[in-house]
């Protein structure tokens, strides 16, 4: 059974940092795209970054410049790095991959990020 098991989450004050972690595990093929999302209640969820095997990035303006989307491909594992985070950031995240030979896309259970004024 395939699992996205993330962590990281927490919370912090603002312009601090916090790294959230996506660990795949019940599967033998590699993660071929990762993302991560966040949602608000009330509120649809965002797409914030992705990356692809490859490297390529994309990212939400909001975060840009603040928020670095890695992975490594040997671990099975993506993160996502938060640097001057803002009251605006407080969300889940919720890390999205999809594998080689699937086009299914698999979620993560979501982790709190909480940041305090």
């Known amino acids: 059974q395939v699992q996205l098991v993330e962590s990281g989450g927490g919370l912090v004050e603002a312009g601090g940092s916090l790294r959230l972690s996506c660990a795949a595990s019940?599967?033998?093929?590699?993660?071929?795209?990762i993302a991560w999302y966040r949602q608000v209640p009330g509120k649809q969820r965002e797409l914030v970054a992705s990356?692809?095997?490859?490297?390529?990035?994309i990212y939400v303006d909001s975060v840009k410049g603040r928020f670095t989307i890695s992975r490594d491909n040997a671990k099975n594992t993506g993160y996502l790095q938060m640097s001057s985070l803002e009251p605006e950031d407080t969300a889940v995240y919720y890390c999205?991959?999809?594998?080689?030979?699937?086009?299914?896309?698999?979620w993560g259970q979501g982790t709190q990020v909480t940041v305090s004024i």
């Open positions: 019940g599967t033998r093929f590699s993660i071929n795209s």
């Open positions: 999205a991959a999809i594998f080689y030979g699937s086009d299914r896309n698999y």
């Open positions: 990356i692809t095997r490859g490297g390529n990035t």
